[in-house]
């Protein structure tokens, strides 16, 4: 066995037990303990000098005491969202419970065109809860995701969906099955904030990030809703799950500027979202090409 290959296992062996530990918390317990690891050990990751820069761009005017306070808060998100992963299949949903549904008209209005829908989504919140809650309301949603860099973690991402749904890895096979599966009416779910080397260049906190045009180009082919959804945390393991108004999808014969025009639009709702809850983002992705 390779020196890399003892990692990956040791990296994998370590996540299964840290799924089991949080699993047999109480979920308020778990979210707890998940934050306390994030804002103590994950704030002091090296990883962090790079959210350091990307939020300290995003947000020139913020003091330095102001952007520690939300690097801290961001690892606090981040744990608690991953201690939160053993328990998405027990969440209730609604007014009272514990995640709240915002914009549910707004779904209801694209359902009732009959079409497969398209929701879009960031590493905001807890973005796990997305699929849950879309099933909870009767719409299963098929989610595309990046395959993890350690092959044994794939467990992990496959066992976050639900029975009705598929998890659909990136890629050109992954592409085809989102597109046969809008074909038959189904529903997507993809987050759109991370960098895409061979994507095109939109505008993103000011600055050009290469972004994935999929999104754009599968709703221009079956004219389908794109429904922008969130979940933010309110406080602790409480969440509130905004669905919004779709998108206008544009009426042109040039494919590429519809493209660009949704792909703007989609960059200029998810900065809204983290303007509003800079905490809430994960700034450690490589989002922008410098």
């Known amino acids: 066995m390779t020196r890399n290959e003892l990692r990956l296992r040791v990296e994998a062996a370590t996540a299964w037990l840290a799924f089991q530990l949080f699993r047999r918390m109480p979920i308020d317990a778990a979210s707890a303990l998940g934050g306390l690891l994030g804002r103590t050990i994950g704030y002091r990751l090296p990883v962090t000098r790079h959210a350091r820069r990307n939020l300290a761009r995003a947000f020139p005017e913020l003091r330095r005491s102001e952007l520690e306070r939300t690097l ?66 009767g719409i299963p949603i098929n989610v595309v995701y990046r ?23 990136k890629g050109a096979r992954g592409a085809r099955r989102a597109l046969e599966l809008l074909r038959q009416g189904k529903s997507l779910g993809l987050l759109v904030d ?15 990030a290469m972004t994935a045009p999929a999104l754009a180009q599968f709703a221009l082919k079956y004219r389908c809703p794109v429904l922008p959804t969130h979940v ?28 660009l025009a949704i792909m703007t639009e989609v960059n200029r709702i998810i900065e809204g979202w983290i303007r509003r809850r800079p905490e809430q983002w994960m700034w450690i992705h490589r989002r922008w090409p410098d």
Request: without cysteine.
């Open 72 to 137: 801290r808060r961001m690892w606090d998100n981040l744990g608690r969202t991953v201690a939160e992963l053993p328990h998405l299949r027990t969440l209730r949903f609604g007014p009272g419970e514990r995640v709240e549904l915002v914009g549910l008209d707004h779904l209801e209005t694209a359902r009732a065109k009959g079409r497969g829908l398209i929701f879009f989504s960031a590493h905001f919140g807890n973005w796990e809860v997305l699929g849950p809650a879309a099933a909870a309301v």
């Open 194 to 208: 991370q960098k895409m080397n061979d994507g095109i260049a939109v505008p993103f906190f000011g600055r050009e």
């Open 147 to 169: 395959s993890p860099n350690n092959p044994y973690l794939e467990w992990l991402f496959q066992g976050r969906g639900n029975r009705d749904a598929e998890m659909i890895p």
């Open 232 to 259: 933010e945390r309110v406080g602790g393991a409480h969440l509130r799950l905004v669905v919004e108004p779709p998108l206008a999808i544009p009426e042109t014969s040039d494919r590429h500027e519809a493209v």
